[in-house]
């Protein structure tokens, strides 16, 4: 069995302004607050002497990395994203940044925003434009069904941002 491992597949490159601004935000802190930080408690560590056995300086570089890797995630992504600041001209069908209301066999409502894969977020009810729900709903309209996991969701509500209510 060898260690070779795919690549994953490629994310849809959009994103809400508000999802760069959040990205953007982290990038920023990562690298003015937190990394700043973590290196001068490395520094404090290794003036300690023996390194190989001391803990925080073996943590500490420990989160040194996770930091760089993500910083480098973050300035890449940044740089191929596409921020969506404009709704459709039809706002009676499902496209990126829709807030989609649906309701399942069970008559339970749920409501579900279409965002980029950076800022997918189930308890604020964000989902990945990537998600199979996501791509079931896409170009759909009102009173439309869609099969998910073998349940079948009615959509109830489309809008978008500028709209006052679905």
């Known amino acids: 069995m060898s260690r070779y491992r ?3 597949p490629k994310s849809a490159p959009y994103i809400t302004p508000e999802g760069h601004q959040a990205l953007h935000a982290e990038l ?7 990394r700043p930080e973590i290196t001068s408690k490395v520094s404090e560590a ?13 943590y500490g570089k420990k989160q040194l990395r996770e930091i760089d890797a993500r910083l480098r995630y973050l300035s890449k992504r940044l740089d191929v994203l596409n921020v969506v ?9 499902v ?4 807030w989609v209301g649906l309701e399942d066999d069970a008559a339970t409502k749920h409501e ?3 965002v980029g894969p950076d800022e997918f977020d189930a308890e604020t009810e964000y989902i990945s434009i990537d998600s199979p729900m996501a791509l079931a709903l896409l170009k759909k309209r009102i009173g439309d069904e869609v099969v998910v ?3 079948t969701y009615r959509i109830t509500t489309i809008r978008y941002a500028t709209d ?3």
């Open 149 to 151: 996991a073998g349940t």
């Open 28 to 34: 920023k802190r990562l690298w003015k607050v937190e």
């Open 112 to 114: 579900y925003r279409l």
């Open 164 to 166: 006052s209510a679905g």
């Open 6 to 8: 795919p690549p994953p």
């Open 85 to 93: 600041d404009r709704s459709p001209p039809d706002h009676s069908r």
């Open 46 to 58: 290794a003036a300690m002497g023996d390194r190989s056995e001391n803990a925080e300086y073996i």
């Open 95 to 98: 496209f990126f940044g829709a």
